[in-house]
């Protein structure tokens, strides 16, 4: 378990040894995976984020001289859910409805802490805010990778 140090940073030193990543004056670039990550949770509860899934995620962090955390990066697989698509001829007859029904059913069947969905239309909007879902009121940008 790691150990807060008295400026808040945490000390990495009861990690298992890894292979040297890239070093930079002194800062160590290293990839965290699986219970590894744990070592960011007094971070990440210090500033209100959830705690990336151990199996969907990995985490590039940045040691000093010290081996203390100064930076990190976290790649996390996050639910998502989107496209919802009804054929135009069985529009109106609540299949939408029927679909964000189940799939929040599904959602709060299984342990994962939030969901995101992207709304590209009016209807879509409505159905997130029926099921208590909130506009992130910050910018969210998109990339497509190769």
């Given at each position: 378990?790691?150990?807060?140090?008295?400026?808040?940073?945490?000390?990495?030193?009861?990690?298992?040894?890894?292979?040297?990543?890239?070093?930079?004056?002194?800062?160590?670039?290293?990839?965290?995976?699986?219970?590894?990550?744990?070592?960011?949770?007094?971070?990440?509860?210090?500033?209100?984020?959830?705690?990336?899934?151990?199996?969907?995620?990995?985490?590039?962090?940045?040691?000093?001289?010290?081996?203390?955390?100064?930076?990190?990066?976290v790649?996390?697989?996050?639910?998502?859910?989107?496209?919802?698509?009804?054929?135009?001829?069985?529009?109106?007859?609540?299949?939408?409805?029927?679909?964000?029904?189940?799939?929040?059913?599904?959602?709060?069947?299984?342990?994962?802490?939030e969901?995101?969905?992207?709304?590209?239309?009016?209807?879509?909007?409505?159905?997130?805010?029926?099921?208590?879902m909130?506009?992130?009121?910050?910018?969210?940008?998109?990339?497509?990778?190769?």
């Amino acid at each position: 378990m790691s150990i807060p140090h008295e400026e808040g940073l945490i000390r990495r030193e009861d990690l298992p040894k890894m292979a040297a990543g890239r070093s930079i004056d002194g800062m160590t670039f290293t990839w965290l995976d699986g219970q590894d990550l744990d070592i960011l949770e007094p971070i990440l509860q210090r500033h209100g984020w959830v705690s990336p899934n151990p199996r969907l995620s990995r985490a590039l962090v940045v040691f000093d001289s010290q081996n203390e955390i100064i930076g990190f990066s976290v790649f996390q697989l996050v639910p998502h859910v989107e496209p919802l698509w009804v054929a135009l001829r069985y529009r109106g007859m609540g299949l939408a409805e029927q679909l964000a029904h189940q799939m929040v059913e599904f959602l709060n069947s299984i342990p994962i802490p939030e969901a995101y969905v992207i709304v590209n239309n009016p209807h879509s909007k409505l159905l997130a805010e029926k099921y208590g879902m909130e506009a992130i009121n910050r910018p969210v940008f998109y990339k497509r990778c190769a």
